[in-house]
């Protein structure tokens, strides 16, 4: 078999592409080594018996599994964390999401009269000093003042 290099690498520079993506028809290979020119060559491409070949891309789909699995809490155990727990759950989000569910705790029992203004108010500010750790401990707070 004759070595195609040279027309390859011609080729490819007709073509405005990379070596490696130049397609060469095997059933005419003897008339691709006879093509000296780049006139014989536009010819050959012209015709087919020269071709691109398309990009190939990388696979994303590996990469959309993965994602399935973490949305599902797959894959995060120790091994895959990287950052401190702080920084996975920044004190301030912990915070945020304790006082919301506290306050609307609170907002509920005031409006089915459960506590009074009064004490709603004394309650708010408890929680927003961090007297209590979660919701069931201010529910606990809550009964054990009404004894």
């Keep these: 078999m004759a070595d195609l290099a040279n027309q390859k ?10 070596v490696t993506r130049v397609w060469m028809d095997p059933e005419r290979l003897e008339d691709i080594a006879t093509a000296i020119t780049r006139e014989d060559l536009r010819k050959l491409i012209e015709d087919g018996v020269i071709k691109r070949k398309p990009v190939v891309g990388i696979s994303r789909g590996r990469a959309r599994e993965r994602a399935a699995k973490r949305a599902k809490g797959h894959r995060k155990g120790h091994g895959s964390r990287e950052g401190a727990a702080g920084a996975r759950a920044p004190k301030k989000e912990q915070w945020m999401r304790r006082i919301r569910a506290q306050r609307k705790v609170l907002r509920a029992m005031r409006d089915e009269k459960a506590i009074d203004a009064r004490t709603y108010r004394i309650l708010y500010r408890k929680a927003k000093g961090g007297e209590f750790r979660n919701v069931a401990h201010l529910k606990s707070y809550i009964a054990y003042q009404k004894k």
Excluded at 9 to 16: E, F, P, S, T
Aim: proline share 0%; net charge positive; aromatic share 0%.
């Design 9 to 18: 690498r011609l080729a490819a520079d007709i073509l405005k592409i990379g």
